[in-house]
């Protein structure tokens, strides 16, 4: 999903990690960050190979991007010392409400075919960054699902350019996440076997190499896939994220 969406294969996981975590007696509140933050360091290492494949296509936006990195690794640090301070159901909320909009989103608008009417405005480019940045540090993974429609909606980049732009951007939020997350969470009590701070490694051995393995041949297969075709599966992937996160199907069952 990384390299095919952009989205970052973390969406889907932060959901697998954070149950599983909480049926082995994890607390609610270190199992969602650890989930957060081992999520972004598997699509730091993921978006590596993922960008590279996109920019061999000719997918990312040069465009204010050295900027943009600078601001988007800052807005992770603050979004990662927020996460902290708000409490577990507010962040699985947010989580799911992220995903849900996104979705909206990419329903209601329709996405360039090309760079013709790209933005050019320095401030607008520098603020979405780091608002992506911001939620990214703040719940994870599910960054990646808002930015794109953004990017989209406000900046007019095609679909595969946003997807290509976005990997690029992700490998700086997520290593600004993940060194926030490791020093936010050394020595925390409570924290899974095999944990750095708040990353665990046995988590993130197994997922990025599962993950490596694929993700460079899903970038490449994105750019072979229509744009509507995408679309819709970004569409149905984060909405169903979405609500698992936020509760509504154990509430429907």
């Not at 603050?78 to 409400?97: K, P």
């Not at 429609?149 to 700086?172: C, D, Q, R, V």
């Not at 290593?175 to 708040?198: E, H, K, M, N, R």
């Amino acid at each position: 999903m990384a390299g095919l969406l952009g989205i970052g294969g973390g969406i889907i996981i932060t959901p697998i990690q954070y149950y599983l975590l909480t049926s082995m007696g994890i607390d609610e509140k270190i199992a969602l960050t650890v989930t957060f933050a081992t999520g972004l360091a598997v699509i730091g290492v993921t978006m590596i190979n993922s960008t590279r494949k996109h920019k061999a296509n000719g997918f990312i936006v040069k465009q204010h991007l050295k900027s943009m990195i600078v601001l988007s690794f800052l807005g992770a640090i603050l979004g990662a010392i927020l996460a902290q301070h708000i409490d577990v159901s507010i962040l699985r909320l947010i989580f799911g409400v992220v995903c849900i909009l996104s979705t909206l989103v990419l329903v209601i608008i329709k996405a360039p075919e090309d760079l013709t009417n790209i933005k050019t405005n320095a401030i607008l480019f520098n603020s979405v960054a780091f608002f992506a940045g911001l939620i990214s540090g703040l719940i994870g993974p599910a960054g990646g699902a808002l930015a794109i429609p953004i990017f989209i909606a406000y900046l007019n980049y095609p679909i595969t350019h946003t997807i290509g732009t976005n990997s690029a951007l992700s490998i700086a939020i997520s290593l600004a996440g993940v060194l926030t997350y490791i020093l936010l969470g050394w020595g925390v009590p409570g924290l899974p076997d095999f944990s750095l701070g708040y990353v665990n490694l046995l988590q993130f051995v197994f997922l990025t190499a599962t993950s490596l393995l694929v993700s460079g041949y899903a970038a490449n297969l994105a750019s072979k896939v229509s744009e509507n075709k995408l679309k819709i599966l970004q569409v149905i992937v984060i909405s169903y994220i979405g609500l698992q996160m936020i509760g509504v199907f154990d509430f429907i069952f």
